[in-house]
């Protein structure tokens, strides 16, 4: 009864102060805005002063003023009134990694538009949906702001009020060094970091402060310590695994105001990187989704010239921390991309310049974009372009490219020499471990999909802006073998020194086309036939490939052949005609009235030069063999079986190869073991083929416009089955000499420093190629492989596609043909015994329904296991004596196992 009278109460109150501000004719806003007025002068009564707060503070003026306090540890930021409900950018980013693990400098962890709110006596660091918008002066404007929620990160108490300048302070330190930061740095980690880890708040502080004009930077040490009773792997980075520290850095940036900068529409023919929101008040039937692409905002200085320098050109500074041999390839790099501005109206629209060592500024401000050196102990990645991008617009602000120097220290890092012992010829190799672990290689469709690389971030480590890696470096390795056990290269010579500027020109040209806005395109690699890929007066005008925006791999050319371009020398034409729709500019007044002029663009999309797929097309998907990565050509089967062939060659090459005098045996086995992954990438690349589809992006009236998918045709996937029979499954594959084999010794270093001190003494070579092997069966028997293979009979003509009961033959009479098509005397090696037991398990687990596969798929493995018992009981019966005990057991095992298989009871739902 009590709370009902105190409503009532306060209701009746409530009516008279209306009634009395009514009767005093006073505006209740007015009042409220006394009321804060009156808040203000109370917190300047009840607080310390300003001046007391922020003594013995550094002050830092900039975009916003800071005041930071390395006693305490404190750092205090004043706003003004004006920088109220205003917009500002916030980019965090990783200063420092532990060396392994994913966890590098330079990963961006966070990045969003925000506002400072002021809410009575404190003020609300709130992130604004913008997902949501309307046209001005829409009435729908009220609804999206009640309909959707803003995001309240901080709500920080108002310390004081600044009695001149009536600015207001807060502290912003358990902002930027709590468990609860910004970045959200535990959580980032947390599938790494596990339980093993927490931050430790006694160990975290500010590290540094830094203010300039269009952008405040803050650097802040998170101290990790080991839970307690928490045991877990050594870190061989890390002194002590126990504790570690990862500096954090805050980068707030303004949103620009001006109104030079005008958005384009994104097209989805034309990869670039995109800020989208659904526009509430399109009402034209269109889709209410806008696409703005990401871009710089260039300008000619002379609008009427057909080719002007910019008003402000895109500047790019190396950082004084690239080695000075470096650089020239970097500055090449970088260049690569004016000859496509230039198409698009613009003269030296890119620049270099290096910074000296006595610069007066400082890298951390957002007004130098700039290219960096960094050093990891495992790093996951060669290159790293991100950009600052304004999400209303889509206006890139500023970007940093990070150049991992492991690209090229890993190259060199353990060259030794390889004699020839009949010719006496120097050679080289790569010596990192790393290589053969490419979280590219992903297992594709396969029911033992590796997964990348033991991935364990939550964070997206598979971002676009992370390029090339482990199998990039493989790669490069192998390009350097080839002209070592090839041509006797050795490590010293002109023609290295040239490969490696070749590759780190390339990688730059990469980089910075991500900071142009621009995505992977993974169908660039197709655009010569393998007969040009070693033509140069074709690749130094044309290009090599159709965009630097792939994952391109070393170019090979097939063994006693003439070497071309190892890598892309120029950007190619897709990467002047995505220019050329990003940065032509028009003489439109709107945003929709340069659509057509963005459209005629576009729709030249069907010219096979400007093929085009990204990530989404490829990551997890792998239906069109031509978007793939470290591919070459568009003949891939062609290529591919030349590079199997090269390998073969390189294998035969090591026989005669020994270290020189003095030195272990450890490198043949790393360049053995390198091979051996390039020799499954290039199977790998070869599988995609069968039951693959093309793929396409163009729309209804595009010239050369195609239907979105096309089969891949018949004749190429039965070739593909083929050249797999013969690399991978065949009794003629695989043949090592014992001489070869027993020189694979590891080194026997015991410490952090030997990327062999937890492998096995012996090289089990066996197991490596039933890994393999293995890995290319799984594929090919895949459920999504044989879902297509079924779904194909659909969508091609009668007779003209490869059927599910052809691969399952095929796959049976080139597995099992000693006991298919016996000889005399029947005997089978340990290789081809272990392959028949891999294809005996998969069509067991098929029968059983272990796994999900199309019915007609069950059923054809019955049938094959039906008939290889039949087989069996006759060859066992008729060669039972010509057997040595490994057959004989093996086929009555196999044959044991068929019968127990076919006579199961099976549950079904």
């Known amino acids: 009864m009590r709370k009902v009278k105190t409503f009532f109460a306060l209701f009746s109150l409530s009516i008279l102060l209306t009634l009395a501000l009514s009767a005093l004719q006073v505006n209740p806003l007015h009042a409220a805005t006394e009321s804060a007025s009156w808040l203000m002068a109370q917190e300047q009564t009840n607080n310390r002063s300003f001046e007391e707060i922020v003594k013995n503070s550094q002050k830092k003026e900039g975009l916003f003023t800071l005041y930071h306090n390395q006693e305490t540890g404190k750092v205090h930021l004043e706003l003004s009134p004006e920088q109220l409900q205003k917009n500002y950018l916030c980019f965090i980013s990783l200063e420092s990694g532990i060396g392994e693990g994913g966890i590098f400098r330079g990963l961006d962890l966070n990045e969003f538009l925000f506002q400072w709110r002021r809410q009575n006596n404190k003020v609300q660091l709130v992130v604004p949906n913008i997902n949501f918008r309307t046209q001005p002066n829409d009435p729908q404007s009220r609804s999206v702001n009640r309909s959707v929620s803003d995001s309240v990160l901080y709500s920080l108490p108002i310390l004081s009020t600044h009695p001149e300048r009536q600015s207001i302070l807060i502290d912003l330190t358990n902002v930027i060094t709590s468990d609860r930061d910004l970045s959200n740095l535990a959580n980032s980690f ?107 905002n260039l300008q000619k200085q002379d609008p009427n010239s057909p080719l002007s320098p910019p008003i402000k050109p895109i500047v790019f500074w190396i950082e004084n921390t690239v080695p000075l041999e470096y650089r020239e390839a970097i500055t090449e790099g970088v260049l690569m991309w004016n000859e496509a501005f230039e198409k698009a109206g613009y003269q030296d629209a890119i620049q270099v310049k290096q910074m000296p060592d006595d610069a007066p500024w400082d890298p951390a401000d957002v007004r130098y974009n700039t290219i960096r050196w960094s050093t990891s102990f495992q790093p996951w990645f060669n290159g790293y372009g991100p950009s600052h991008v304004n999400p209303l617009t889509g206006q890139i602000l500023d970007a940093d490219i990070v150049i991992e120097s492991n690209a090229v220290a890993k190259f060199y890092e353990g060259v030794g020499f ?138 090979l050319a097939p063994k006693g052949e003439p070497q071309g371009d190892y890598f892309p020398i120029i950007i190619g034409p897709y990467d002047r005609w995505a220019i050329e729709y990003g940065y032509t500019p028009t003489t439109a007044n709107t945003l929709y009235a340069e659509e057509q002029f963005l459209k005629d663009i576009a ?93 396409n992006r ?85 459920p999504t492989r044989l879902v297509r293979l079924r779904d194909l009979e659909f969508k091609t003509a009668p007779n003209n596609s490869l059927t599910m009961p052809e691969l399952f033959e095929a796959l049976q009479n080139s597995i099992w043909t000693e006991v298919l098509q016996p000889e005399e005397g029947v005997e089978i090696s340990g290789i081809r015994r272990s392959l028949q037991r891999e294809h005996l398990n998969l069509l067991t687990k098929m029968v059983l329904r272990e796994v999900s596969v199309p019915e007609d798929a069950l059923t054809l493995a019955w049938f094959q296991l039906k008939q290889l018992q039949e087989v069996l009981d006759k060859t066992l019966e008729k060669h039972n004596d010509g057997m040595n005990a490994y057959t004989l057991a093996h086929l009555e095992m196999t044959r044991d196992r068929i019968v127990k298989t076919l006579g199961a009871q099976l549950q079904t739902n």
């Open 603 to 695: 729709q030249k999309s069907g010219e096979p030069e400007l093929s085009f797929a990204t990530d989404e097309d490829l990551w997890g998907v792998f239906l069109d063999p031509a978007a793939n990565v470290f591919d070459l050509s568009n003949n891939m089967l062609q290529y591919s079986e030349w590079q199997l062939d090269n390998a073969i060659a390189m294998w035969d090459r090591l026989e005669s190869r020994s270290p020189r005098a003095g030195e272990g045996y450890y490198q043949i086995r790393r360049m053995f073991e390198t091979i051996f992954g390039y020799y499954q990438n290039h199977a790998e690349n070869i599988v995609l083929y069968i039951g693959g589809q093309s793929f």
């Open 418 to 555: 390889l004699i020839d012992n009949n010719e006496g010829n120097n050679s080289q190799q790569n010596s990192s471990s790393q290589m053969n672990r490419n979280p590219c290689n992903l297992g594709r469709l396969s029911l033992a999909a590796t997964s990348a690389a033991n991935v364990n971030l939550s964070h997206d480590i598979s971002s676009e802006h992370l390029c090339f890696g482990f199998e990039s470096n493989r790669q490069l390795a192998m390009g350097a073998m080839a002209m070592s056990l090839f041509d006797g290269v050795n490590e010293n010579s002109p023609k290295i020194q040239d490969y490696v500027h070749q590759y780190l020109r390339f990688l730059t040209a990469h980089e910075v086309g991500h900071t142009l806005g621009l995505r992977h395109n993974f169908h660039g690699s197709t655009l010569l036939s393998p007969e040009q890929l070693n033509d140069t007066n074709i690749t130094h005008n044309l290009g090599l490939v159709g965009s630097v925006m792939d994952y391109v791999p070393v170019n």
């Open 190 to 296: 947390s599938k790494f970091l596990g339980s093993r880890y927490s931050i430790d708040s006694e160990k975290s502080y500010v590290y540094q402060v830094k203010s300039f004009p269009l952008n405040i930077e803050i650097e802040s040490v998170f101290g990790f310590s080991e839970n307690s009773g928490s045991r877990g792997r050594t870190l061989s980075s890390l002194p002590d695994s126990r504790a570690f520290n990862l500096n954090v850095r805050y980068s707030f940036i303004e949103v620009p105001t001006e109104n030079s900068y005008r958005p384009r529409l994104a097209d989805e023919r034309v990869g670039f990187f995109t800020s989208a929101y659904k526009d509430l008040s399109n009402s034209t039937g269109r889709s209410p989704f806008v696409r703005y692409i990401n871009r710089w």
């Open 698 to 782: 163009n729309r209804i009236g595009d010239p050369n416009g195609r239907l979105p998918f096309e089969p891949i045709p018949v004749i190429q996937q039965r070739e593909a089955l083929a050249t797999l029979q013969k690399y991978v499954f065949s009794e003629e594959a695989f043949q090592f000499s014992p001489q070869l084999l027993n020189k694979l010794a590891p080194s026997r270093w015991q410490d952090w420093g030997n990327p062999d001190a937890n492998s096995s003494l012996e090289y089990r070579i066996g197991d490596r190629i039933l890994r393999l092997q293995k890995s290319i069966l799984e594929e090919i028997l895949a």
